[in-house]
């Protein structure tokens, strides 16, 4: 049985000191629907499941020994997208929100995500009229950047900004060819964040520049989810080994860089932060 408690229910920015997460095994993972650029490349190839599986229990582990207390949603078999936690929920504050999936292949992971909040007895709001989804939302403080793509649309920030008004809610349109705004953005502490800024128009990309140093990805590491690496406190960052550049300038401010084999699993379009969702950050 999994205890949480529904006032430790947490999240005020993407950096703090990980303690509760969900994830998904990748235990029916598979290229059904190609659905972004990077399915394009492996649609032939296809996921192998059992190096899939592997990744991501090392990535598990690996999250275990830094203290990281792990909770796993099981997966289902109509779900070949389930192993992207991030997606189907977010923690803003003190409240958790339940997406709402625009991509059919997706749909209906956020009723098993519902069902096992009520059988924990845990509260959350649901969209039901409007496409978000958790790739999207980014939250620094009292900031949420929402990012505004064929996932997740203006009357969801719209929504969204109704529900929270202590919060300041911006929209940050991209070329939704990226699939999630954390696939083009993504904060690393209050002072940095990772950019791939050839997705986002330049007046975006300078407001972002004035409020942190911007560290560039290049379109290369890009591909390989270089931008979607996992922040879990106290500078520590999950990273691919093969972003090198990534992870020779994420060093170079600072941050331990903790390097798992995540190859099989980015084939389907996301890395470490689609892959988990944070439910406590102290």
Known sequence: MVKIIQDQIHCQNEYGTLQKVVLCEPQYMEIKEVINDVQKKYKHDNIDRSLAISQHQLFEQTLRNAGVEVIKLKPSKNHPEQVFTRDIGFTL????FISEMANPIRQGEEEILAQWMNEHGLSYMEFSNYSIEGGDVIIDGNRVFIGISDRTCLMAVEALQK?????????IPFNSK???LDCVFNILSSEDALIYP???DPEIVNSLA???H???VSEKEQFS???NV???GQNRVFSLPINQDVNNQLRKHGYEVLEVDFSEIIKSGGSFRCCSMPFVRQ
């Open 178 to 180: 990226y699939l999630h």
């Open 225 to 227: 989810m270089g931008t």
């Open 230 to 232: 996992l922040s879990i």
């Open 93 to 96: 504050g003190n409240r958790f």
């Open 214 to 216: 911007l560290i560039e």
């Open 210 to 212: 004035s409020m942190y």
């Open 198 to 200: 050839d997705a986002l």
């Open 163 to 171: 529900e929270l008004p202590e919060f300041e809610v911006i929209p």
